[in-house]
């Protein structure tokens, strides 16, 4: 395993926009693209020019041929001329993350989740393109009793954040099923993705950091929270598989069959670092789920996709690329 992917198949497609291909999994998924021979646009409202972190994503793009790069933000921008020929979207841009969720940026979440996603909409419906597949979240499902989420259970969402997200597929979905439309979709509901330019707010990040450099890492309850961890190169071809899958419209869960605790995460980066981290302790934070778990058998049978990453090879390689000059840099 490397940063370098693996996911050609012969039904990758021909021609994608992918939005927020400036992020942590846009840019992840355009470099996989690129490696199949797709022809690629992405889409972001961060100038790499500008943003060290968007800078350190797209390093890898930077020249490659087939890659085309537009700094613009879907509210507002010209959508149809990306979407000339394209075989695909993939919709992974948003504001992703539970806990700001609550604050004054919520009427950002709802502009790039909600609004953008539906001017998107409505732009593949003129432009005629077969496909979308859009970034959805575990987080949908909300508090369960600890066994795995099925698709078409009842969603229950915790935060703000996760109502929007709920929004963004139910209307990506509703979008499709017009008789006029012809625009299949498919929803993944992602459950915490890590691994190489993991965005920093998020716990894994953070431990690994903090192993890394002795600074304390602040833990919201008592650790025992538990997450199905996704390594991003799974995230990615699962994404990628999407697009070619066989069904006309519906929600797939993309968990990397982990299952672990946020002890366990600490755990790995002490072993991995020889460091033991310091933790800060703090109240849980309002929207946290205590556990989440993916039934995978739909991304089986649908996407015939299932994870091959394991916890700890993954955050192996997510602290090698935190090493990186970019990486220290961009700090
Ligand atoms: P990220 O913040 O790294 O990437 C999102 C990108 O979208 C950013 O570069 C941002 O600038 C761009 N963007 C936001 N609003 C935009 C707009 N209006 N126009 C153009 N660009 C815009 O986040 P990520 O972790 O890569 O997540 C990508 C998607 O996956 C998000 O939709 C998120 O909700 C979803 N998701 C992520 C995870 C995860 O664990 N990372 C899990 C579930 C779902
Ligand atoms: C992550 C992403 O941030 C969301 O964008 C995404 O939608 C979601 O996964 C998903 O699966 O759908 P989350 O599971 O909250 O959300 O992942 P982290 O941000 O890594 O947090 C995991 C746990 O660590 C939470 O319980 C959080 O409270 C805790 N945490 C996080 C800390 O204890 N300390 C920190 O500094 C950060």
Same mark, same amino acid.
Request: charged share 15%; proline share 7%; with cysteine.
């Given at each position: ?16 926009l992918v939005t927020g291909s400036?992020g942590?999994?846009g ?14 646009i992405g889409v972001d409202r ?26 613009a933000?879907l509210?507002?921008?010209?959508i149809?001329?990306l ?6 979207i993939f919709h992974l841009a948003g ?7 609550? $604050? ?8 790039s989740?909600?609004?953008a996603t539906?001017?998107l ?13 859009v970034a ?21 969402? /915790? ?47 953070? /431990? ?12 919201? $309850? ?20 999407? /697009? $070619? ?87």
């Amino acid at each position: 395993m490397s940063d370098t992917h693996s996911a050609a198949t012969a039904s990758s497609p021909r021609r994608a926009l992918v939005t927020g291909s400036a992020g942590f999994i846009g840019s992840h998924l355009a470099h996989a693209l690129l490696q199949t021979g797709t022809t690629v646009i992405g889409v972001d409202r961060r100038d790499p020019a500008r943003d060290q972190t968007a800078a350190v994503n797209m390093a890898a793009l930077h020249g490659l041929p087939g890659y085309m790069h537009i700094t613009a933000d879907l509210l507002t921008c010209a959508i149809d001329p990306l979407l000339i020929d394209a075989d695909v979207i993939f919709h992974l841009a948003g504001i992703p993350g539970v806990r700001p969720s609550w $604050g004054p940026q919520f009427s950002e979440y709802v502009n790039s989740n909600i609004l953008a996603t539906q001017r998107l909409m409505d732009a593949a419906t003129r432009m005629h393109v077969p496909r979308l597949v859009v970034a959805s979240s575990s987080s949908v499902y909300g508090p369960t009793s600890g066994g795995p989420s099925v698709e078409g259970d009842h969603p229950r969402p /915790a935060s703000p954040y996760a109502v929007t997200k709920l929004a963004e597929e139910q209307l990506c979905l509703a979008h499709a099923s017009r008789a006029d439309c012809p625009t299949s979709v498919i929803a993944l509901r992602y459950f915490t993705v890590y691994g190489p330019r993991q965005r920093p707010d998020m716990f894994t990040h953070r /431990a690994l950091h903090a192993a890394m450099t002795g600074e304390p890492l602040r833990l919201y $309850g008592d650790g025992h929270q538990r997450r199905d961890f996704t390594y991003i190169d799974d995230a990615v071809a699962a994404t990628i598989s999407a /697009a $070619g899958a066989p069904i006309d419209t519906g929600i797939v869960n993309v968990g990397g069959g982990a299952n672990a605790s946020l002890l366990d995460v600490i755990n790995i980066a002490n072993h991995l670092t020889g460091r033991e981290i310091q933790i800060h302790g703090d109240n849980v934070r309002n929207g946290d789920v205590l556990t989440t778990r993916a039934d995978p058998r739909r991304a089986q049978s649908v996407l015939g996709w299932q994870p091959k990453v394991d916890l700890p090879t993954g955050m192996r390689a997510q602290m090698h690329a935190l090493t990186q000059p970019a990486y220290r840099r961009a700090a």
